[in-house]
């Protein structure tokens, strides 16, 4: 695979540290500071109102899963169609179970002015005998139930769909469907309605769009390739009044077929000329009556005119006082010019973060209405910098605190830097994978760091600790004095040290994890934390039988080493790999660690790497019953998973390295200012709400890991009694058997041994990408035996320094 190398910073960034004393509008310390805007009269602001409508199925009744998705909207109703199955308790006969009766299909027909439910059609008795409805969608203000049904003596299958009056819940008409197609979306272009159907053969899969012009008659036009599969359809634009852009995902990126509604024509626009589109970002549509398309983000809703070539944001979620964590993944059912409609579902952890709603999934839907004012006019723009835009349900609620209490200023989410070009589609192994990060670090450090020295950077950022490039008081502000001194007795002042670079706080945990290698205590090094690399070396050959927990090539896993113990490695500022613990890792991994990881491909091959699942952003495997692994512990929940996963191992431990240090803490929200903020003690304010003891323990009752020792222990012993009292697995149990008993009993001793983890912890998990992609370059000469590492170290140690003062 060849590698599409980032540059780093080049001698323009220097030049820009200099030229930014220029740029002032008003300074502290020396320091620019860049011009916040101000709220306009004529900036809009949204009132809301949001409601989980009733969606006709048996609540009090425990459920197996429960799905909700809206199909569908016209000018009366919205339509949700909600499937599942209720708990089956000790089932022994089933040879003459009745699956129906424990079975949820349902499709609710909402008033879309009062968002009350008027009807809710039960799709399970519908049909008779071996026949079922397995799901529903919308066309031509008809509901469409997609059913399958087989022959007692024969077994044959056959699919067919069945047409229902919503007004009166009733059957209308029948008809057969191919047995290897499957409903896409559905779009209303003009006066044209264009249907996807998708195709998956075992040759290849494509997509059948199903044109339906007004006066009734169907044209199908297929959209296939023979070099590559066309996996299916999210938008359909208007050019003009007879042709569409209906932009295709495939294999091999995406194709932008135009068509001519009127004959039929299939044509193929070239990339460059939609090059302005960012269709990766465009997962739910929505085609307007007034022939635009509109979407929604993580930010807010935006609107996509072809034939300008123009995307232009028409709503952020800042103007109204949604909760944003709720919208952030609804889809749109109607856009007027004083307001929208949202529908979908949102994602609930259950009880300490646990995952037990997991398979529990209603509909929420949300109004938002024009106001006739702004009720935050005049006041300062504060732009916080969110990955992509998305926040969490407690920093959405505390930004909504801080701009309803401020009478200053207004916080406003932003993703500028978010980047959707880098796509993982063609990611075929963890080494692809960590590149691919690398390359997105890379640039987007990169592009903050430019844009805070030259005063054009948000105010605040959320969750950029993993940049290390950007751990200067040229770009960020020291927070220790929004944080105060905090007392090691009620505060993990350990792991908020590991944040400070050279003394500064330039990012505050609100919470964090811990990311090591999750094991019993037996099998730790003589530091009782970690391992040295001789240490293990043991580990992997006597107890893994050879099968490292750590799963990348040489390059990466020692690029991955080198992070971990770089502070013995760059010291304020300076390069030194002439440090014997720089030989001791090269050595280790030369000697014990395979060239390439394996393939994704490959690794799908083995029974365990089906079960692979992610439980609080920690890769567990549910069937794997080794000694160890490899633990991203972002909570209570993740971690006791583990525990009872590895028959009660508490201990997490450091990787290999050349002292034997802990395991690394891993950020988890968190939380800085730039050091050309418009006002940095506004920012500090916001600083010091999270950090107060209602947040931390909000985040703890989520069952996120929190600098507060007193609260993690108080809200720790909730959570272990709660643990008890399910089955830590349930939620991972798909086959229909009953949830496994708990092997494991949660207490004071579990928690005691996850904070002996945080307290062990030596290091923070973080990154520069740009040193690491030299020394994924550089390296590979020493491991192959083309260079000696003095050679290697000389060269690569030249270069990261040339990184280093470049950034000044």
């Known amino acids: 695979m060849k590698r599409q190398l980032v540059k780093p910073v080049t001698a323009v960034l220097a030049a820009s540290l200099m030229m930014s004393v220029f740029t002032a509008c008003n300074s502290k310390g020396g320091k620019s500071k860049r011009e916040g805007r101000k709220i306009s009269e004529d900036t809009p602001w949204y009132n809301s109102t949001v409601v989980d409508p009733e969606l006709g199925y048996d609540k009090d009744r425990d459920a197996d899963y429960v799905y909700s998705d809206m199909i569908g909207s016209d000018d009366k109703y ?3 169609y909600t499937n599942g199955s209720y708990e089956v308790f000790n089932e022994d006969d089933w040879e003459n179970y009745d699956w129906k009766a424990n079975e949820i299909s349902v499709v609710s027909v909402i008033d879309r002015d009062t968002f009350e439910t008027v009807r809710s059609i039960n799709l399970t008795n519908m049909l008779t005998g071996n026949e079922s409805i397995y ?6 203000g008809k509901i469409i139930g997609v059913a ?6 024969t077994y044959v299958v056959n699919n067919f769909e069945v047409v229902i009056d919503p007004e009166t819940g009733k059957i209308v008409d029948r008809y057969e469907t191919a047995d290897d197609s499957q409903n896409g979306e559905e779009f209303t272009v003009g006066d044209y309605k264009i249907k996807v159907m998708n195709t998956w053969t075992e040759e290849s899969s494509y997509c059948t769009l199903v044109v339906t012009s007004p006066d009734g008659n169907e044209k199908k036009i297929e959209l296939k390739e023979h070099d590559k599969d066309v996996y299916g359809v999210t938008a359909a634009f208007s050019i003009d009044k007879d042709n569409v852009l209906v932009p295709a995902s495939s294999n091999d990126g995406t194709i932008y077929y135009e068509v ?44 996509i005119d072809v034939s300008k070539k123009t995307t232009e944001e028409i709503f952020n979620y800042s103007w109204s006082d949604v909760d944003r964590n709720i919208v952030t993944n609804l889809e749109l059912a109607d856009v007027t010019d004083d307001s929208f409609i949202l529908c979908g579902s949102v994602y609930k952890d259950g009880p300490y973060g646990s995952d037990t709603d997991f398979m529990n999934l209603d509909i929420t839907l949300v109004r938002l209405q024009k106001a006739d004012k702004n009720p935050h006019v005049g006041k300062t723009i504060l732009e916080l910098y969110s990955s992509y835009g998305y926040v969490d349900e407690e920093i959405s609620k505390q930004i909504r605190e801080y701009n309803n209490t401020n009478g200053n200023y207004f916080i406003e989410v932003t993703d500028r830097y978010s980047d959707n070009s880098y796509s993982y589609s063609d990611v075929n192994s963890d080494d692809e994978a960590a590149e691919r990060e690398m390359d997105y670090f890379s640039t987007v450090g990169n592009k903050l760091s430019m844009d805070i020295i030259n005063g054009e950077g948000p105010d605040m950022f959320l969750n950029i600790s993993f940049y290390d490039s950007l751990k200067k008081e040229e770009y960020l502000e020291d927070l220790t004095p929004y944080v105060g001194k905090l007392k090691s007795d009620k505060y993990f002042t350990n792991v908020l040290d590991l944040f ?26 003589k530091s009782g934390v970690g391992f040295t690399t001789e240490e293990y070396e043991k580990f992997l050959k006597d107890t893994l039988n050879g099968t490292d927990v750590l799963t990348s090539g040489q390059a990466y896993y020692f690029a991955q080493l080198f992070d971990y113990m770089k502070d013995k490695f760059i010291v304020k500022g300076k390069a030194d790999f002439s440090a014997p613990e720089f030989k001791v890792l090269a050595e280790y991994v030369k000697n014990n660690v395979p060239e390439s990881s394996r393939s994704w491909d490959e690794m799908t091959d083995d029974d365990s790497e089906n079960s692979q699942i992610i439980v609080n952003g920690a890769i567990v495997d549910t069937e794997y019953t080794g000694p160890a692994t490899y633990s991203l512990c972002y909570g209570y929940y993740s971690y006791v998973f583990m525990v009872e996963q590895l028959n009660g191992a508490t201990s997490i431990l450091g990787l290999p390295s050349a002292d034997g240090r802990g395991p690394l ?28 003891d209602d947040v931390q323990k909000e985040y703890a009752t989520n069952g996120s890991l929190v600098l507060n020792r007193e609260i993690f222990r108080e809200i720790g012993m909730e959570a272990m009694d709660y643990y008890n009292t399910i089955s830590i697995q349930e939620s991972y149990i798909y086959d229909g058997s009953p949830a496994p008993k708990n092997k494991i ?31 994924i370059e550089e390296m590979p000469a020493y491991f192959s035996g083309q260079k000696d590492i003095n050679e290697v170290i000389k060269v690569a140690e030249n270069r990261v320094q040339k990184v280093l003062a470049e950034r000044g």
């Open 135 to 140: 799901s529903a969608y919308c066309s031509d």
């Open 260 to 303: 001519n509604l009127v004959t039929g024509e299939l044509s193929k626009g070239k990339e460059e000329d939609y090059s302005w589109m960012d269709i990766s970002s465009i997962y739910y549509a929505f085609n307007a009556s007034d022939g635009n398309v509109y979407y929604t983000s993580p930010i807010g809703i935006s609107k």
């Open 78 to 80: 919205i339509y949700v």
């Open 745 to 775: 009993t949660f207490s004071s001793d579990t928690l005691d041994a996850l904070e002996n983890c945080i307290l062990s912890c030596a290091s923070l998990s973080s990154q520069d990408a740009d040193i690491e992609k030299i020394l």
């Open 665 to 692: 803490a891993s950020p988890g929200t968190t939380i800085a200012i730039s050091a050309h903020a418009c006002d940095v003690d506004a920012c500090g304010e916001f600083v010091k709400m999270l950090m107060s």
């Open 148 to 153: 399958s049904g087989w022959d007692d003596e």
């Open 500 to 525: 400070k670079n050279d003394g500064k706080l330039y990012n505050v945990p609100i919470c964090f994890g811990v990311t090591g290698i999750q094991t019993d205590a037996q099998y730790a090094g």
